[in-house]
């Protein structure tokens, strides 16, 4: 039996910038209905285990957006099985919340990026 | 119970994360048990992932809300002391303001006994502005029923009273004749038969009555077979049509209750009538009166017989209730001010709390608590010891509506049936929510200004910072002037009380018995004969000193009638209404008032033309300041206009007619009315062997077998029963007064104590730099004393305001009394001085030393 405290460590592991769970569930989402646990298979995956959601957040985001109104959540049976999982989908707010927090992190990530690799020539 | 679902919701989804995970885990090749655990360990900490969720969740509005009641209730049962004193002065005021509300709910709805009595009115006739509630002739009467559009119903009607016979021994009762609209303006159905149609109504008809539900109780033995029986009344037959139901008889306009009603066409005697019915539904009274003010002036062209009467239109509710609204309107004042200093003793008490716990409230506005959030929980506060309060105070006005019931049983209509029922219980909470909302603004203000962050540090030091000084000496200031208001208000109804009591009547009531005989209006005449036989009979008894007659009697109100010397014009001697009493000889012998002037009557002097009279010494000295009035002339009403009459005697002022008068009015005695009517004998008893009630009465029986006596009493038990309504009203309003400064002086003490409190180290060190008790004292009275004084002084210009209230309840003392007003302010600053010393002994055992070393 494993001791170790960090479960599955990835060495590559990055943590979650503040504000970008959010992001990244509706995103997630946009594929279609998930449940929890595929939404954060889906990010870590898709990441290649860069990216690893903590359930300690995921879980209250989930809560959080469903309150907010941008997602919504329903008791589904699963395709592959036969019992009922929560499955969380996007709604329309959710949509347009999406396409708003996408471009302020592409301004965000540009700004970041123009400080820490200045175009040649604007370095003085 | 949505919590309780979406909590299994929870539970389920993250189990299911924590299978799927495993599952995966086995899939890639674990052991079942490893995929377990590796799965829990990769989701870490569920419940605080559980708890986070909740957090998401947020908080519904009513689970706020129970929370911070939990809050407050935590946080108050650590001061428990505090929190018993302000709930016990919020229970104090809503107690006396449920009692209040109980009582005047009960008598004002349960004074008349009819569906919407607040459309039933009386119509009054007068010539007289002075004359206010006048009768109106028959045919006018009639007219303004057969004219007037504004009533649904309109009918006429007279307080009569006849000697019945029926039912055990003959006896007296008060009734009324009514015309056949009567109970259909009321609207009430009938206990038992029927009640008086208008086919019953007209001359000539069978003589029918209907009895109330008292006489036909107390009379009748409720004998369910008593309608279609006949009974004699006055010497003439009447069938009884039917019975009232038990409250009808109050709503007679003269407040008193009326025991039979008979149609009034079958009555053999013109009488004059008043009107009364029922509003048309959604007329006003404004256009009632408007519609009467245009009768008024047709009625000068077409009924020219009365011309120049006014009608008076004055609703059902108010006559039968008398004095008691204004009464009521006083306690509501007086327990409205008990319940206001409640109020700001529990917002002292509140702001207190609030500036000791400046530093938490700073933490919690740092750590992002909103300011309502802050101000919820000082409301909340409020609201859990105003709701212990109301508990409390229902508790209270349980114990004294049951008091009051029994103090006002006789003069209050309908007390009887107070009770604290679901409606008071009501009012409780109202009061509650509206005391915990009124005694929290101020502290929430203060939470507001002094919880920012840069107080955080004050939270560990005592300060000398102002914060509740101010708002502190603001509260004590105003407790002590509403307390004291209602202090001089209640020493004034005391006074009232007292000087009545007091009051010397001029005659001496001891060993009095009164006995009252009295012969119907419309019974069989009887001459003066038998009146002369009975007082004949009772001088003869053993034990009596002496026997007179008068009429209609001491404490009645007698016949008010307009007096002026012959000669004399109205300029000169503006209307004056004074009480007129019949008297037999012996009168003032046995009445113990000395006559001062000219001599008592005669028996031969009733058997005169023009019957000589006796006035007081008030009388005489108004009309005649500077000479005797013996052998002048009064012009007194007789058949014919006034005509004038001799004095023949001046006696000492003496109060007969009841001590409310007092002195204010002249008082003219005259020989007895040939005809008798209402008549008292007095009997002055001497010795052992007085004769005893029922002696009285049979004597009485002896000589007039038919003739009721209407009762014997003691004179002092009938001057007594006179001040019952001043006696519970000084009761009631000296309880909520004494309530009041007991509260205000709590204040007091409360923030004396607390700037004790937190004026410590200050004081420690004054102390060990040499501060004599006479400094420390003169710092403590910096902050409560000053305050109290300026409230007193408030409070004595509020009291000249408020006891302008009163002065309708007032009868030997005026509003302003000024000994009056100084020996409540007296009293006042006593109790507060006294409430004073715990805490100037508590700051003068401040030890320098072990403050010091806090430091």
Not at chain 2, 221 to 236: C, L, Q, T, W
Request: hydrophobic share 45%; net charge positive.
């Amino acid at each position: 039996m494993s001791t170790s405290a960090m479960p599955d460590p990835s060495p590559d592991r990055i943590d979650l910038l503040q504000g970008t769970l959010d992001m990244l569930i509706l995103r997630t989402l946009l594929f279609g209905p998930a449940h929890g646990h595929q939404i954060s298979r889906h990010i870590r995956q898709t990441t290649k285990d860069v990216l690893q959601v903590e359930h300690g957040s995921l879980y209250p985001a989930l809560h959080r957006l469903e309150r907010k109104a941008w997602i919504s959540a329903r008791w589904e049976t699963a395709k592959d099985r036969n019992r009922q999982f929560k499955y969380y989908r996007l709604t329309p707010a959710g949509k347009k919340q999406l396409s708003a927090e996408e471009s302020n992190w592409k301004r965000l990530a540009q700004a970041i990026a123009s400080v820490m690799w200045p175009a040649p020539g604007e370095e003085s | 119970m949505r919590r309780r679902k979406r909590e299994d919701e929870l539970e389920r989804e993250l189990r299911d994360h924590l299978e799927l995970e495993a599952e995966e885990r086995r899939e890639a090749g674990a052991s079942a048990e490893d995929a377990r655990l590796a799965a829990l360990r990769a989701f870490g900490n569920v419940a605080l992932t559980k708890e986070s969720v909740r957090a998401a969740w947020g908080w519904t509005l009513l689970e706020q809300c129970a929370a911070d009641a939990r809050d407050a209730l935590r946080a108050l049962s650590k001061q428990r002391k505090f929190a018993a004193a302000a709930a016990l002065t919020l229970a104090l005021g809503i107690g006396a303001s449920t009692t209040i509300f109980s009582v005047a709910r009960g008598v004002l709805l349960h004074a008349v006994d009819a569906p919407r009595p607040e459309e039933l009115f009386y119509v009054f006739c007068s010539d007289l502005p002075t004359h206010p509630r006048g009768f109106c002739s028959p045919q006018e009467a009639r007219w303004v029923r057969r004219e007037s559009k504004s009533f649904s119903a309109l009918a006429l009607t007279i307080p009569v009273s006849a000697l019945v016979n029926g039912g055990g021994d003959p006896f007296n009762a008060d009734g009324a004749l009514v015309s056949g609209e009567y109970f259909e303006a009321v609207g009430v159905q009938p206990e038992l038969g029927r009640f008086i149609a208008r086919e019953d109504d007209v001359a000539g008809g069978e003589p029918v009555v209907v009895l109330s539900h008292h006489l036909w109780t107390l009379r009748f033995g409720s004998d369910p077979g008593v309608a279609g029986r006949p009974i004699e009344m006055n010497g003439k037959r009447f069938r009884v049509l039917g019975v009232a139901g038990p409250r009808f008889g109050s709503l007679s306009y003269r407040g008193v209750r009326t025991d039979y009603w008979v149609p009034a066409a079958t009555s053999d005697d013109p009488t004059p009538f008043v009107l009364f019915g029922r509003l048309r539904h959604g007329v006003t009274v404004a256009a009632a009166n408007w519609e009467l003010g245009a009768l008024e002036k047709r009625a000068t062209r077409e009924l020219p017989e009365t011309s120049g009467t006014s009608y008076e239109v004055a609703p059902a509710t108010e006559l039968a209730l008398g004095q008691t609204p204004k009464q009521l309107r006083a306690l509501a004042f007086a327990v409205g001010v008990l319940l206001l200093i409640a109020c700001i003793n529990v917002s002292g008490l509140l702001s207190t709390r609030v500036t000791g716990r400046r530093g938490e409230i700073s933490l919690r506005l740092i750590l992002g608590a909103s300011r309502i959030r802050l101000g919820c929980l000082v409301f909340f506060e409020a609201l859990m010891l105003s709701l212990m309060g109301a508990a409390g105070g229902a508790a209270i006005a349980f114990a004294s509506l049951k008091a009051t019931v029994a103090l006002g049983s006789s003069n209050l209509p309908g007390i009887d049936r107070v009770r604290l029922d679901g409606w008071a219980l009501l009012f409780a909470l109202a009061v509650a929510v509206m005391a915990a909302f009124l005694g929290s603004v101020v502290p929430a203000a203060i939470a507001w200004r002094n919880g920012s962050a840069s107080n955080l540090n004050w939270a560990r030091r005592g300060s000398t910072h102002s914060g509740l000084g101010q708002a502190g000496a603001v509260f004590v200031a105003l407790q002590f002037a509403a307390g004291l208001i209602l202090l001089t208000g209640s020493a004034i109804l005391l006074n009232n009380f007292i000087r009545l009591v007091r009051m010397p009547l001029g005659f001496d009531p001891d060993r009095l018995l009164v006995m009252e005989v009295s012969i119907p209006y419309g019974s069989p005449p009887r001459d003066s004969g038998f009146r002369d036989e009975i007082l004949r009979r009772l001088r003869l008894l053993r034990g009596v000193q002496g026997a007179a007659i008068a009429e209609p009697g001491i404490t009645e109100a007698g016949l008010h009638i307009d007096i002026r010397p012959p000669g004399r014009s109205e300029k000169e001697f503006p209307r004056r209404y004074a009480p007129m009493t019949g008297i037999s000889p012996g009168f003032f012998q046995t009445m113990h008032i000395p006559v001062l002037e000219g001599r008592d009557f005669t028996v031969s002097d009733a058997r005169l033309p023009v019957p000589p009279i006796i006035i007081d010494e008030g009388a005489a000295r108004l009309f005649w300041p500077n000479r005797s009035a013996v052998g002048m002339d009064l012009m007194m009403p007789a058949k014919a206009g006034l005509r004038p009459s001799r004095i023949v005697g001046v006696v000492r002022t003496a109060p007969i007619y009841g001590v409310h008068y007092g002195r204010m009015r002249p008082q003219i005695y005259t020989t007895l009315d040939p005809e008798p009517g209402l008549m008292q004998f007095l009997v002055r008893t001497v010795g052992e062997h007085a004769p005893t009630a029922a002696k009285l009465r049979q004597v009485v029986r002896e000589v007039e077998p038919r003739q009721p006596v209407d009762s014997v009493a003691t004179l002092q038990q009938r001057i007594s029963d006179q001040v019952i309504p001043d006696r519970f009203y000084v009761y009631l309003s000296l309880s909520f007064s004494i309530i009041a400064m007991v509260v205000a002086c709590a204040g007091l003490h409360g923030l004396l104590h607390y700037v004790v409190a937190s004026r410590k180290h200050e004081i420690g060190i004054r102390i060990a730099v040499g501060a004599t008790a006479g400094n420390l004292v003169a710092l403590l009275s910096g902050f409560g004393l000053r305050a109290a004084l300026a409230g007193m002084a408030m409070g004595l210009a509020g009291s000249y305001a408020a006891t302008r209230l009163l002065g309708s309840l007032l009868y030997a003392i005026k509003p302003d009394d000024a000994p009056t007003f100084a020996a409540a302010a007296l009293i006042f600053t006593a109790v507060a001085l006294l409430t004073c010393i715990a805490p100037l002994r508590a700051m003068l055992r401040v030890d320098p030393a072990a403050c010091l070393r806090c430091e």
